[in-house]
């Protein structure tokens, strides 16, 4: 089943932005390492939730031969105007289900940031990234992690069952906006305090690199969707086992920030 409500909320977030990407060049260096612009250079790379293309904006500066993004939500449209500003030629931005996406033609490279979490199925959502993965190719992933997150899961999860059912602009401006500033403040006072024993501490230090308006757009992000999941190690574990496609000699688990993994490999 099509997680159409999610890929709509996620919609009113991405179309609500400035143009261009809502990350740095330094944060998409840091969500695809272990993978370095050698392993994109003169490739075919497919992204399975392009959003607005806030990443592959940065990925045409590691110089892809292609660049393909998949979509269900009508972020597409702001998707195509981020990139038609970087002057790269040779991409595509498609709407479909990546979860059911098969193309024609595989690629060198798929990956997958902060989507898997936000689908009905997670499990099906890594399956299509190894199933677009032609043979030798790179798989990489990044999800939000069951370990790490305590915080987030008892607090915040339950403001989000009942804020993602409101207007957009409503939890954005009465709902995301204040709790991202009491979380501003927490961060930075922990910190530059270098309390490190308190929750999301070393994520802290990651997000104090940016200013508020970022913290929101994090915040907003977490509050719109309908549905997360975050996945423990065991979970992520699990798919790379029992996926026949994998290269189980080839594999990677990176716990990131304290609170969430990248993970990924080789296709047979």
């Avoid at 840091?30 to 992204?47: M, R």
């Amino acid at each position: 089943m099509k997680d159409i409500k999610t890929a709509e909320a996620f919609a009113t977030s991405w179309n609500n932005l400035p143009g261009g990407s809502v990350y740095t060049f330094d944060q998409f260096e840091d969500w695809f390492a272990p993978l370095q612009k050698s392993d994109l250079k003169g490739k075919e790379v497919l992204e399975l939730g392009c959003g607005n293309a806030s990443l592959l904006v940065h990925a045409t500066q590691w110089e892809p031969s292609n660049l393909v993004g998949i979509d269900l939500g009508e972020s597409i449209v702001s998707a195509n105007q981020n990139m038609s500003q970087t002057g790269f030629k040779n991409y595509r931005i498609e709407k479909a289900d990546l979860t059911e996406y098969r193309a024609a033609e595989k690629f060198d490279v798929v990956y997958s940031i902060g989507v898997l979490h936000h689908l009905k199925n997670p499990v099906e959502g890594f399956t299509s990234a190894v199933e677009n993965t032609k043979s030798g190719g790179a798989f990489h992933c990044w999800v939000y992690a069951k370990e790490g997150n305590g915080l987030i899961i008892w607090v915040v999860d339950p403001i989000r069952k009942v804020a993602s059912k409101l207007p957009w602009w409503i939890n954005k401006y009465l709902i995301a906006t204040p709790l991202s500033f009491l979380y501003f403040l927490y961060a930075h006072f922990i910190v530059a305090l270098g309390i490190s024993f308190m929750p999301l501490y070393a994520y802290s230090q990651w997000i104090c690199k940016r200013n508020f308006m970022f913290f929101r757009h994090v915040a907003f992000d977490q509050l719109v969707t309908p549905q997360t999941k975050y996945i423990d190690r065991a979970t992520i574990e699990r798919w790379l086992a029992d996926n026949p496609k994998v290269d189980s000699a080839k594999t990677y688990m990176i716990f990131r920030n304290g609170n969430s993994w990248k993970f990924g490999g080789k296709v047979k």
